[in-house]
């Protein structure tokens, strides 16, 4: 079942009323149209109806797969700096769906599903294409090191991936200062990537560490997590004030 929403805000540009809907929770086997909008990145865009322009509402979702067995919970990028917290959270909600309120047929399953958390809509949008092209996100995560490992100018960089061809993987690494580069690795050197050498004398990096929780992201090592209150970025959050330029929502139902 998906949890759609009517939405109204000011546009950014123009200052014209903008009402379109939003998902929520989308179950995207039985929305299609909503898992390709993810995609095509305008799930949850709503354009403006006067000046044309489009304004992404940035809160929380929850997408699930009953087919692919993906539970994945969306939350705004910059509430990445939360991920420890988020991550348990995330899992928690899993257990008390799928574990104990679920019917037996899923609880019996519930072992195989993938409970992933993303933050912003691209790593949101990465996880599906990386299950479209059969991609574990374990190995990429990895990969990732690679294209960091000795290089100060990428430092403190995100790395998504933007496209999966059947002979390539196209990265895009972008870096706080604002730098955008896209690298194409060929798909066999992604699965095969050598194990990244080891930073500053930390232990080697290891794929056990992505399997501690949700957050399958590189990024675990090197965000440090900053507590946060799970509860303060809960999917009917509508009266949490939305940081990142998020318009003022009004909800019209
Ligand atoms: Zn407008």
């Not at 949700?214 to 959050?237: H, K, M, N, T, Y």
Request: charged share 25%.
């Amino acid at each position: 079942m998906s949890t759609l929403a009517n939405v109204s805000f000011d546009c950014p540009s123009c200052g014209a009323r903008v009402h379109g809907e939003i998902g929520l929770v989308v179950q995207l086997n039985k929305r299609r149209d909503l898992a390709q909008a993810v995609r095509d990145r305008t799930f949850n865009v709503l354009p403006c109806a006067n000046c044309g322009g489009r304004t992404e509402v940035v809160r929380t979702v929850c997408l699930t797969d009953f087919e692919r067995r993906l539970w994945l919970v969306v939350y705004p990028a910059w509430a990445e700096a939360h991920w420890r917290d988020l991550a348990g959270a995330v899992a928690r909600g899993f257990q008390r769906n799928m574990e104990v309120a679920a019917p037996t047929f899923l609880r019996e399953q519930a072992a195989s599903w993938q409970v992933r958390v993303a933050f912003g809509p691209e790593a949101m949008r990465e996880k599906l294409i990386l299950g479209d092209a059969g991609l574990d996100d374990h190995v990429v995560e990895l990969a990732k090191l690679t294209l960091l490992a000795g290089r100060v100018d990428r430092i403190g960089a995100t790395v998504f991936v933007t496209e999966v061809a059947d002979d390539h993987v196209v990265f895009r690494v972008s870096t706080p200062s604002g730098r955008v580069e896209e690298v194409d690795l060929a798909r066999a050197a992604v699965r095969d990537a050598p194990p990244p050498p080891t930073a500053m004398g930390a232990a080697a990096w290891s794929a056990t560490d992505l399997e501690v929780d949700p957050f399958v992201s590189f990024r675990r090592w090197f965000v440090v997590p900053r507590a946060a209150d799970p509860l303060a970025f809960d999917l009917e959050g509508k009266a949490y004030a939305h940081a990142g330029g998020n318009p003022r929502l009004e909800w019209d139902d």
